[in-house]
């Protein structure tokens, strides 16, 4: 008989022999165990705790097979072939899955910026609307201070000028967010 064949025949031996053996239950559920979490690894953003109990599983199931399921060294060599390819095989499903599929319309994937794009730009013309207004300081203006104005209590800038707490002021323009006001003097 030809060398190859037995050589094959016999690693096709040892593969099954890692799937059957007393504590093949435990290798299994450790390799199972270790993808779901390595998977959850990749899905929840975290610090890592599932990440490494997947790789301790992982080593795990190769432990428990080298051990207490007696293998050999062909079978622990094949049993870390299995783990490395799954894994590769997930990692290569989620990339793929966060470029075109279901993983990147979720917010695990984002693409968008942080700071919307019209950031600044409402609120910057609610605080238009305030030029010409009056308010009463509610803190020193050195230069920064409060000023209510209505119900509302707005920061405010003198610009340069300091005002003293309680004086009457009048809102005189608006730049970058930056409500600037003067004292009013009757």
């Known amino acids: 008989m030809n060398t190859s064949i037995l050589l094959a025949g016999s690693a096709w031996n040892e593969f099954v022999s890692i799937f059957t053996g007393e504590f093949a239950w435990l290798t299994i559920l450790l390799m199972v165990v270790g993808m779901v979490l390595c998977i959850i690894e990749a899905v929840v953003p975290g610090f890592g ?3 490494i109990s997947g790789i301790l599983c992982e080593v795990g199931a190769v432990v428990v097979n080298a051990t207490l399921c007696n293998g050999t060294p062909l079978q622990v060599l094949i049993l870390i072939l299995i783990i490395t390819l799954v894994t590769l095989l997930i990692f290569l499903l989620f990339v793929r ?10 917010s695990i994937v984002e693409n968008k910026p942080s700071i919307p794009n019209d950031y600044g730009e409402k609120d910057e013309q609610k605080l238009k609307d305030l030029i010409g207004k009056e308010g009463i300081l509610v803190t020193e203006c050195h ?3 409060s000023v209510r104005i209505g119900e ?11 005002i003293p707490k309680g004086d009457v002021v009048k809102v005189i323009a608006v730049e970058n967010n930056v409500i600037y006001v003067s004292k009013i003097t009757y």
């Open 97 to 106: 899955s966060a470029r075109f599929g279901l993983l990147g319309k979720t």
């Open 152 to 162: 509302e209590v707005y920061q405010v800038s003198s610009k340069g000028a300091i």
């Open 143 to 145: 230069p920064v201070g």
């Open 49 to 51: 705790i599932f990440g």
